[in-house]
């Protein structure tokens, strides 16, 4: 994933529809590509210097669970649950049109994590595509179209989709 949105030294070409990677700045590539690490970075001591227009995230907040004051917080009073669920709103405010999710519920208990999913769902019924590492094979069934095993490095097998049933996402 980091190599998707050249993080990290890599080879051959990625496109989002017709546009390559390497023909556009890094920082418009990752707003219309963002990622999400397990465990996001922080630079600043307060929350709120993290996000450039606050006031437009209560929505966002609410969704995941944590309360609108949170952007006067300091970075270091948050515990690992909470980090994570604002990286993942710290990615969402850029409005990407592709999200690439590294074990984005892996620090969250089943209630957060539910909160998280919908708000997953909520992007793909949007349109927005989503590539999603999880080793929770119960969370791969609830919100994935389709799965691959990863072993060794080698793409093993294809778990079948969830189906053609009514109302299954076309994306992703």
């Known amino acids: 994933m980091r190599a998707i949105v050249d993080l990290d030294v890599n080879e051959g070409e990625v496109f989002f529809g017709d546009i390559e990677r390497n023909v556009i700045a890094a920082h ?83 209630k957060t994590t539910k909160l ?3 708000l997953i769902k909520e992007q793909l019924d949007l349109g927005v595509g989503i590539i999603m590492i999880s080793h929770d094979d119960e969370q791969v069934k609830r919100l994935a179209n389709r799965s691959f095993i990863l072993e060794h490095g080698e793409l093993k097998q294809q778990k079948p989709s969830r189906g053609s049933k009514k109302g299954e996402r076309k994306n992703g």
């Open 116 to 118: 998280v999913e919908e």
């Open 28 to 110: 418009i590539w990752r707003s219309m590509v963002a990622f999400v690490p397990a465990q996001t970075g922080w630079w600043a001591d307060r929350v709120g210097d993290h996000f450039e227009q606050t006031n437009l995230l209560d929505d966002l907040l609410l969704k995941v669970g944590l309360p609108l004051e949170v952007f006067d917080w300091q970075v270091s009073r948050l515990s690992s649950g909470e980090m994570q669920r604002l990286g993942f709103v710290r990615a969402l405010a850029l409005k990407p049109k592709f999200l690439l999710l590294d074990e984005p519920t892996s620090a969250l208990d089943k």
